[in-house]
């Protein structure tokens, strides 16, 4: 009996690293953590267990830490080109590379008013993340954002939706809206600022996300899509995965307590989940 080998890859998970940036009078703090993935001729050492063109993973995560150190990160697309571009450049079989990156962001710590120079608080659960695939002939690049929580109190409803004999759900024109933003849209100029573009895209779908009656999550999505592609010109397609946390009300008539819709339980499990890529429409 033969078996043949179909794609394969390998590389290294979950490199994380922290560098700091020390100014005269500021000091700045990247974290990061790095995922790596080559594709080639390796099928020698799958076959025959021939190890002579396997580059170790462990070259690869002091690959990250080296480069980090010659060359700073700046941001984490230039940082991911960067990468994966060295592993082609070093590596003649090596036929692509893919680096996923996800930075967590601090936030400085501000007292009496003014930012403190090397203090710095958690942004929470949010990370700003990227992911570059660079072969021999091309190179694709998608930056995005993911773990942004929001939620507001008032201002979303759900009403007239399709209802069968297993529908409980009660209509509503007032309910707390809660879910995690992830979004990633393709970066077609590779030069441009991306850091950039991403402030203005988050800021765009918090205001949506604030200011807009929600009617439901999905026109929620599609609002903020618009919104996106307003505030930067650079992105013609973003993708959105939106959970519904829900906030569930207690039914106070068993206790004999009447209810003022102010006291819910929160939970994520079960929850709705929905995702959908936007396209801009012609310009």
């Known amino acids: 009996m ?22 005269a009078d500021r000091q700045e703090i990247q974290e990061l953590t790095v995922d790596l993935s080559l594709d080639g001729d390796f ?23 080296a480069l980090a150190q010659q060359h700073g990160i700046g941001s984490i697309e230039t940082f991911a080109g960067r990468l994966a571009k060295h592993f082609l450049d070093r590596f003649s079989h090596v036929g692509s590379a893919v680096v996923h990156i ?3 962001p601090w936030s400085r710590i501000v007292i009496d008013g003014n930012e403190h120079p090397h203090s710095f608080v958690s942004a929470g659960s949010e990370v700003w993340c ?34 069968d004999g297993f529908t ?8 707390i809206f809660a879910t995690t933003i992830e979004g990633e849209w393709p970066c077609v100029n590779l030069a441009a600022d991306w850091p950039a573009a991403r402030r203005a895209i988050r800021a765009a779908l918090l205001k ?11 026109a929620t999505l599609y609002q903020m ?8 010109p650079l992105i013609d397609e973003i993708s959105f995965t939106m959970p519904h946390q829900h906030h569930l009300p207690i039914n106070f008539g068993p206790l004999g307590l009447a209810g003022d819709n102010s006291i819910f339980v929160p939970t994520d499990e079960p929850h709705g989940l929905i995702r959908a890529t936007v396209k801009r429409g012609e310009r």
Do not use: W
Request: charged share 25%; net charge positive.
């Open 168 to 175: 409980t759900l009660k209509e509503t024109d007032d309910r």
């Open 2 to 23: 033969t078996a043949q080998l179909g794609e394969q890859s390998y590389g290294k998970s979950r490199v994380r690293v922290s560098r700091i940036t020390r100014g």
């Open 208 to 218: 949506v996300f604030a200011e807009n009656f929600s009617s439901s999550v999905q």
């Open 130 to 163: 990227c992911e570059t695939r660079i072969t021999r002939n091309e190179t694709h690049l998608q930056s995005g954002l993911k773990g942004l929580q929001v939620l507001k109190t008032t201002g979303s409803g759900f009403s007239k939706f399709l209802k």
């Open 102 to 104: 996800e930075e967590r």
């Open 43 to 65: 099928s020698a050492a799958y076959t025959h267990g021939d190890n002579s063109a396997v580059i170790p993973t462990d070259t690869m995560k002091n690959t990250v830490y």
């Open 225 to 232: 899509a618009t919104a996106a592609f307003s505030s930067c």
